[in-house]
């Protein structure tokens, strides 16, 4: 009961959330959360910079994702300490990982690719898991589950881009082909379901020229297919399958990665095949032996409630709270558009 109950109380506020996204994101007034004044030009206006909705939905996601790895962690009786060294681990490399694989694929120095961190994170995540034990693990009294814990990474994951692609709606990046160039079948089952991004200061206008242009919504596909797979990946996880759980999240979403790029109109590297392509590939490759060759110790079934009460405690809130503020600052304060602030006295209300 306790299972079912956690599920409907995950699938409601994230069918809402995703429904809002989807919805209302494309509009042009979604993209710049605030302008802040950074520099005075004469008495009457200032240079500003620009807080995103970009950097608070990134945020967002990134605290979705660690709260539910902590979440599914505490469900297999790993203490909060084990899980937090992995997740700021994770995230020390991943994070830097999404604009250095940019710059080696799409050569730009101010965008991110998630495609790029995630490849990063399978390729390290058992290794982190094995070092975590044997360095951590016998001195502060904890064991991490290898195939418990990679399960949990690939569901938290599915949730964290999922929830992100929200971002790229109300940045205008990550976007799909001109529904006129696609093909019959995609123009016909979109017709009225395509994106119609407007803002010169969006990256589908100034780097792709297609404002005001209808667009498969390969973003909100992205994002609704990533959660339901997630899901997915949960329940299997509550009935202790941690292998089928694992490979599942990662054949769909790695797989999805491989097939979309078929649908995008953005840069994604030279060549007919993407280098995140090859990535996607690789990382269902790689991920599916890792997770073969984890054994866990007989674990007794996950125990939501036990993860629950593992979250609701001040040290890992805090250390959500700390994600949040340290995903904003590092994605929320844009690098590619400006602002231009004047500041006015109502004389009528004086």
């Given at each position: 009961m306790t299972d079912s109950l956690f599920m409907f109380c995950l699938v409601v506020p994230l069918a809402?959330?995703?429904?809002?996204?989807?919805?209302v994101l494309p509009r042009e007034r979604w993209q710049i959360f605030a302008a802040i004044p950074v520099?005075?030009?004469?008495?009457?206006?200032?240079?500003?910079?620009?807080?995103?909705?970009?950097?608070?939905?990134?945020?967002?996601?990134y605290v979705a994702a660690v709260a539910l790895l902590f979440l599914l962690m505490g469900a297999v009786q790993v203490p909060f300490a084990g899980v937090a060294v992995l997740a700021a681990a994770m995230l020390a490399v991943c994070v830097p990982a999404s604009r250095l694989v940019a710059v080696v694929v799409e050569k730009k120095a101010h965008t991110f690719t998630v495609g790029g961190a995630v490849f990063v994170g399978v390729l390290l995540a058992p290794w982190l898991v094995l070092l975590v034990n044997r360095l951590l693990g016998s001195m502060l009294n904890f064991y991490v589950p290898p195939a418990a814990t990679l399960a949990a990474f690939a569901i938290a994951y599915a949730f964290g881009e999922g929830l992100g692609r929200l971002a790229c709606i109300s940045f205008g990046c990550c976007y799909g082909k001109p529904l006129r160039a696609a093909h019959p079948l995609l123009r016909r089952l979109f017709a009225r379901r395509s994106f119609v991004f407007h803002g010169a200061t969006r990256k589908i206008s100034?780097?792709?020229?297609?404002e005001g242009t209808e667009v498969v919504p390969v973003?909100?596909?992205?994002?609704i297919l990533y959660v339901g797979c997630g899901l997915a990946g949960i329940a299997l996880f509550l009935h202790a399958s941690f292998g089928s759980s694992f490979i599942l999240v990662?054949?769909?979403?790695?797989?999805?990665?491989?097939?979309?790029?078929?649908?995008r109109d953005d840069y994604r590297g030279g060549g007919k095949v993407s280098a995140y392509q090859v990535m996607g590939v690789v990382?269902?490759?790689?991920?599916?032996?890792?997770?073969?060759l984890a054994h866990d110790a007989a674990l007794s079934a996950p125990d939501t409630a036990a993860g629950l009460v593992t979250l609701w405690h001040p040290a890992p809130l805090i250390f959500l709270q700390g994600i949040w503020l340290a995903i904003l600052r590092y994605t929320g304060l844009s690098t590619v558009t400006g602002a231009t602030l004047s500041f006015h006295v109502h004389q009528d209300r004086i």
């Open positions: 809402g959330y995703l429904f809002w996204g989807i919805t520099r005075k030009l004469d008495d009457r206006q200032w240079n500003g910079v620009n807080l995103t909705w970009y950097g608070i939905l990134t945020a967002n996601a100034y780097a792709g020229g297609l973003q909100a596909l992205t994002a990662m054949a769909v979403t790695q797989g999805w990665r491989v097939l979309s790029e078929m649908l990382a269902i490759l790689y991920g599916s032996g890792a997770i073969l």
